[in-house]
């Protein structure tokens, strides 16, 4: 190699790059040695800019005294406003105000000082404008030096030769969008390039926030980002309402503009990784529901210093639950699952929260009476949530046996429990699937809620101050629960799709887990035995126009980037679901989203019988037999996309 491509190859990009970003903070020593070396240069400038005028700038004859002195004092405001603490680097308007006071107190000492000497000696020790001057050049010099080293080191850390940053915009003018904007400029490596904010007033324009200009938005977001070339839009307005987000949202879409928000800057726990905390709206961020207000009073009362069981406590909804009720302080909280390891998960989980409650981990199944009669002795429950039970529809289609053994006498053997060992409440989670249910796995639920009433009508006659309270909770499709479309959808998005619709008329209610739990303890809380609670699930949602949001939020185009394929009904997949019987009424309660189903009772007696052949029946896996059966027992229930069908007839 020639020494020519030695010395380019050696001044390269490339290894002032590397050399910078190697490059370790400066010792302060070294700071205060340029800024004493810039000190120098101000003060030589303003001696010869003096000299050119025929001026003196120092007239005492004592100059080396004043120069000592001149520089000693200049070094001990450095020491004291602390100018040398900051990291040129990452320098601020902080660092220029102590520099700005520090110049100022030389000013003021000088001006103090001349003015005593000339009071002493009847002159002057130095001319008073050569000082400012001075003093002024030295300022400008220390704020320069600094502005091109934080400059310099902008320039080479950005990584712009490695990857492609996404254009941005924020949408929003406030601390919070200053505060994004700010932290996205200066990481390492870069994610974003901001190109601009979007002021939605339209009060700011023609002004500039951080040297970057203040749109107007005159028309639909989408123009506006075309006209500055930008790709994706960051919300860090925090007082836009649901709707007008999801307007953005829609907008943005449409356009296949990436959409991104990003949570408030005061809750972000590492100020690290800024870019990780700009995430993709989420399909729940969408959701036109208003946040539930808990009557958290009535709540307390039931849960507080009591001992609660849980059954199902390691799945989706079972354990939102459980760190709900954890929440109000009970005296000890039973999780019971017979999934070993998901238990483990939620247990360790639980480890870290240092909660007051007691908690004991229960490996045990519901279908075993002798196991559960055993956890009612030992640890004597006041509240029970029965959140145990086999929920997808298309298995429990072909293993009613099954549907039959967890969901009816799992529920069965918990109910009889609760009765004997004077449990206060017990509150059922059902489901929208076990109204005019279409398939074995939404009647198996309808004949567990018909058995907690029926009990409870029974109870109250025999032992009306004492009897347990059986309430009945009902809700549709939760949003990320086990066996929801939302994680499967993001699964089949993120290998590259094709994203599979059972029918493309296919209609839900949607809420999120902590919402729907929250609302199973206000039910819980507010009932007084033999109600079915069913929830506000907000509007209903298009299956195919979820999946083409979901697609459009991962940055891809539906059918085009990611196929959308229709695969078919599921056996006993309804088109739509319900929240109430075709017979039933609604009763409003003091919560604007909970009302009571009025449901048709049965005889406590007749149903028992029936429930205990069904479960004889189920025991021999005879599956026409066992869903005829359950047709007797629930006589709405008509199998839809089911070789059940010709039992209908």
């Not at 103090?112 to 400012?132: I, K, P």
């Not at 029974?458 to 809700?475: G, L, P, Y």
Request: glycine share 4%; charged share 20%; aromatic share 10%.
């Amino acid at each position: 190699m020639d020494n020519d491509s030695f010395i380019s190859g050696f001044f390269s990009r490339a290894n002032l790059k590397l050399s910078i970003h190697n490059l370790s903070y400066l010792p302060r020593w070294i700071i205060v040695m340029i800024d004493f070396s810039v000190l120098i240069v101000s003060f030589f400038f303003t001696l010869l800019i003096f000299r050119g005028t025929g001026l003196k700038y120092i007239i005492t004859p004592h100059d080396v005294l004043f120069v000592f002195s001149f520089f000693s004092v200049n070094i001990f405001f450095f020491w004291l406003f602390r100018t040398y603490s900051g990291i040129i680097r990452h320098s601020s308007y902080i660092d220029a105000v102590k520099l700005l006071f520090s110049q100022m107190s030389v000013l003021i000492v000088f001006l103090f000082f001349n003015f005593a000497y000339e009071l002493l000696y009847d002159e002057r020790a130095f001319l008073t404008t050569a000082l400012f001057i001075n003093v002024v050049l030295s300022f400008c010099g220390l704020f320069l030096y600094r502005v091109v080293v934080k400059q310099t080191f902008e320039l080479y850390f950005s990584e712009k030769s490695s990857t492609k940053l996404i254009r941005a915009i924020i949408y929003g003018t406030d601390a919070n969008a200053i505060s994004v904007a700010n932290a996205l400029k200066f990481e390492t490596p870069s994610r974003f390039k901001i190109v601009g904010f979007v002021d939605r007033n339209n009060q700011n324009a023609s002004k500039r926030m951080l040297d970057l200009p203040i749109l107007v938005q005159k028309k639909k977001l989408p123009s506006l980002m075309r006209t500055v070339g930008a790709e994706a839009v960051i919300i860090a307005d925090k007082s836009l309402g649901k709707e007008e987000q999801l307007i953005i949202v829609d907008q943005c879409l449409e356009f296949n503009y990436r959409v991104y928000t990003v949570p408030l800057i005061t809750d972000w726990e590492n100020q690290k990784e800024i870019s990780q905390k700009v995430k993709n709206i989420q399909i729940e961020d969408l959701l036109e529901r208003k946040p539930i207000v808990l009557d958290n009073k009535s709540i307390s009362k039931q849960l507080k210093d009591r001992t609660v069981l849980i059954s199902g406590a390691a799945g989706s909804i079972g354990s939102e639950i459980v760190r709900q009720v954890l929440s109000f302080n009970p005296k000890k909280v039973i999780i019971l699952d017979q999934a070993e390891t998901p238990l483990h998960h939620l247990s360790l989980e639980l480890e870290k929260n240092n909660y007051t409650a007691k908690i004991h981990n229960v490996i045990a199944d519901v279908r075993n009476f002798e196991a559960m009669s055993k956890v009612f002795k030992l640890y004597k429950p006041q509240v029970v949530f029965h959140a145990a039970a086999y929920k997808h529809v298309p298995l429990m289609e072909e293993n009613p046996s099954q549907a039959i053994l967890t969901n009816i006498e799992g529920t069965k053997n918990l109910a009889d429990l609760a009765c004997e060992y004077n449990v206060k409440k017990f509150v059922m989670v059902s489901t929208d699937k076990a109204v005019n249910p279409s398939n074995v796995m939404g009647a198996s639920k309808r004949i567990a809620e018909k058995y907690v009433q029926s009990l409870q009508i029974k109870n109250s006659k025999e032992d009306k101050a004492n009897a347990t309270k059986f309430i009945t909770t009902r809700f549709g499709n939760v949003l990320g629960s086990n066996g929801s479309v939302v994680p499967l959808f993001t699964k089949q998005i993120a290998a590259g799709g094709p994203v599979t619709i059972t029918h493309p008329d296919i209609i839900r209610y949607f809420m999120t887990i902590p919402e729907a739990c929250q609302l199973v303890l206000e039910a819980g809380a507010m009932g007084n035995g033999g109600e079915i609670y069913i929830f506000d699930m907000g509007k209903p949602v298009k299956i195919i126009d979820l999946a083409k949001k979901m697609i459009k939020l991962a940055g891809f185009i539906p059918d085009k980037d990611i196929k959308i394929e229709i695969v078919g009904l599921r056996p006993g997949e309804k088109l739509y679901e319900e929240l109430l019987n075709d017979t039933s009424k609604t009763i409003p309660t003091h919560h604007e989203k909970i009302m009571i189903a009025e449901e048709i009772q049965d005889e406590y007696e007749k149903l028992h019988s029936e429930i205990n052949e069904l479960i004889g029946i189920a025991n021999f896996f005879s599956n026409d037999d066992i869903v005829a059966k359950m047709k007797t027992i629930v006589p709405e229930f008509i199998s839809m996309n089911s070789t059940f069908e010709v039992l209908d007839k």
